[in-house]
């Protein structure tokens, strides 16, 4: 069984939606570390409610935090330290997909990052959507998951955009899982339909 790593170039991307698709897509489990704000709408409660499958488990929060900002500062509201040490993934026999908060480089205190959640042997899926900018942050992304040896894959969020999407490839190598398109409306049946694409991807790199 893998574990899969979602994060994102930046916020609003797409993040949790790519992650909400590959469990689908493995029928996996879903794990969000660090959630902060929104707890009565949580990324959780947003897979729970658009995946299908019966056999995927939502497992709770290490910290749940009450304000929408980066979470070091949102613990630090709440009056708690986030300690690495406390953050331990899950124990199951099925594929486990973890969600990021934010970007890479979010702190989690005065030392850690998001990027420290990130163990050797994760798979990790970069969601990347382009706009003004974007090529900048897919590339600062990518590289320091590449330097830490990470097996890293792109998924591509929105519209396509060609020129932009193939400087990125051409200057990484970074292989592509495919992309998740405008959808205009988000529920179950849009995310069976793209699970069932990103599935014939993921057969492809022997991820299933």
């Not at 969020?157 to 193939?166: F, N, Q």
């Amino acid at each position: 069984m893998n574990t899969f790593f979602v994060t994102g170039i930046s916020t609003e991307v797409g993040k949790t939606l790519a992650s909400c698709i590959l469990v689908e897509a493995l029928q996996a489990d879903y794990w969000k570390p660090v959630q902060a704000g929104d707890l009565d709408h949580s990324d959780s409660h947003k897979i729970q409610n658009l995946v299908r499958n019966p056999r995927t488990v939502i497992h709770p929060n290490a910290y749940a935090l009450n304000t929408p900002m980066s979470p070091h500062a949102a613990a630090d509201i709440d009056g708690i330290r986030i300690d690495l040490n406390q953050i331990t993934p899950p124990k199951t026999q099925n594929h486990l997909v973890i969600e990021g908060a934010g970007g890479l480089l979010v702190p989690l205190n005065e030392t850690d990052t998001i990027l420290d959640l990130i163990r050797p042997g994760y798979k990790v899926v970069v969601v990347s959507r382009h706009y003004l900018g974007s090529i900048n942050h897919t590339l600062l992304t990518l590289n320091p998951l590449m330097e830490k040896g990470l097996e890293v894959y792109l998924l591509f969020s929105g519209d396509e955009h060609p020129t932009t999407e193939a400087i990125i490839c051409s200057k990484t190598g970074v292989p592509v899982l495919g992309r998740i398109p405008e959808l205009p409306r988000v529920d179950q049946a849009a995310v069976s339909r793209c699970a069932g694409e990103l599935g014939e991807s993921l057969r492809f790199h022997n991820l299933l």
